[in-house]
């Protein structure tokens, strides 16, 4: 340990300049600059992984098709109790956002008539893609139904939540998406 | 990377789990240190329960305050528990600010308080380490060294490992000296400078930095002021020692 404070002053100079060489040497290469640079993960943070899934009408949807508009997907099954309690309060602000956030309901492992059955009885009317082989659901690592994820309209996960979003937290969450 | 645990019908948020036992570990740590400097370690451990605790309902009230609208309709949702509410920032900071309160309060807050709380803070590091590899988070950069780690569809630098290693190694290092400081406040700047150094150095492997002055990693530059700070203090110190 130096003893003197000139002894200390050099130290300091000597670790200034070589920490900041480091720090000069280590600067962020530009392609990882922007958000969307990211690697695609499920993780709040990250680019969400894209996917193309056909909806019960057969009819396909991306979820790149939605980019420069804030997402909600959200992957539920008609036997999930907290999914049927959420899904109203998804589908009244999906239509009093008139467009601008798209809901998409990813239903995972169920036929394309036990969906539709399901959506007429709820009234539900934005996309339910089938995701049959739960090949999507293991892509964002869906552990426990519901699992609700917020992304931003540059394809960027804002926020992810496990378990039943209420109102306020999904009233919230999508106020956040906008302001973004 | 485990991001849950499930044990029968319960799901355990691994992370979580992890920072926890962090806590925990490190409270017992704090305390224990506290008594050998012979300041209160009861009030130390005090002080960290009730910053985890302030912490925890700061995060939570802040995200309600910010959309107080969305709440009106239903009050009672302001005590749901879901982990996507909350504010972790604020309630970082809230936290600190309650530690500091409650000692200052209980007249602790001595620079033997600081310093029995170092070799915890080097635990707290560990446990932030071991959650973010299970949850994944602070991933490296791509690499195709032989001890890369298959994370977001890449081979990466398994930085949260070198994380853990290098606050090991500061717990390590103020664990051995912690009977041989000269000066009260000095196990706080040994923790300060030592953290510093493992962060400006293992920084440049992660590619999650946030960026300042354009692309110069944020978390290298505090660092690198946090050690040049605390030696000019060192040199002042030696100044005033001589002058004696």
């Given amino acids: 340990m130096p003893k003197t404070r000139q002894a200390w002053m050099i130290m300091t100079i000597v670790v200034a300049v070589v920490g900041s060489v480091w720090a000069m040497l280590n600067r962020v290469p530009v392609e990882l600059q922007n958000p969307s640079g990211r690697p695609p993960a499920p993780q709040a943070g990250h680019l969400a992984p894209d996917f193309t899934l056909t909806m019960e009408d057969g009819e396909q949807i991306a979820l790149s098709d939605f980019r420069g508009t804030p997402v909600v997907l959200n992957f539920w099954a008609t036997w999930c109790g907290p999914c049927r309690a959420e899904m109203p309060a998804f589908e009244s602000i999906w239509r009093e956002s008139d467009g601008q956030v798209q809901f998409i309901g990813v239903n995972v492992q169920e036929s394309a008539a036990q969906v539709s059955a399901f959506a007429t009885g709820l009234g539900i009317s934005y996309p339910l893609p089938l995701d049959p082989n739960a090949a999507i659901a293991r892509v964002y690592r869906v552990r426990a139904f519901p699992t609700t994820l917020f992304i931003d309209e540059q394809g960027v996960i804002q926020e992810m939540i496990l378990g039943q979003v209420n109102e306020p937290s999904l009233d919230a969450n999508v106020s956040n998406l906008l302001e973004n | ?244």
């Fill in chain 2, 1 to 244: 990377m485990y991001p849950v645990l499930q044990i029968g019908g319960a799901s355990i948020q691994t992370p979580g789990l992890a920072l926890l036992v962090g806590v925990w570990i490190a409270l017992d740590i704090f305390s224990r240190e506290a008594g050998r400097r012979r300041q209160n370690a009861e009030h130390a451990y005090n002080a960290g329960f009730y910053a985890l605790i302030g912490g925890l309902i700061a995060a939570r009230l802040s995200f309600v305050v910010l959309h107080f609208e969305s709440y009106l309709d239903s009050p009672l949702s302001i005590f749901s528990i879901l982990p996507g509410s909350a504010l972790p920032n604020v309630g970082f900071i809230a936290g600190i600010i309650v530690w500091l309160v409650f000692l200052k309060r209980k007249n602790t807050l001595k620079l033997e308080m600081l310093d029995a709380a170092a070799p915890a803070l080097a635990i707290l590091a560990v446990a932030v380490a071991a959650a973010n590899f299970l949850s994944g988070d602070g991933y490296g950069l791509e690499t195709s060294l032989p001890w890369a780690i298959d994370l977001w569809s890449a081979k990466r630098h398994p930085t949260q490992i070198y994380e853990l290693l290098g606050a090991l190694a500061v717990f390590g290092f103020l664990w051995r000296y912690r009977t041989r400081w000269s000066f009260d406040g000095a196990a706080s700047l040994a923790w300060v400078i030592s953290y510093s150094v493992v962060r400006l150095v293992l920084e440049a492997f992660r590619a999650d930095s946030w960026l300042l002055l354009g692309n110069l990693r944020g978390i290298q530059v505090v660092s690198l002021l946090a050690i040049v700070a605390v030696m000019l203090l060192l040199a002042r110190r030696a100044q005033k020692s001589r002058g004696v």
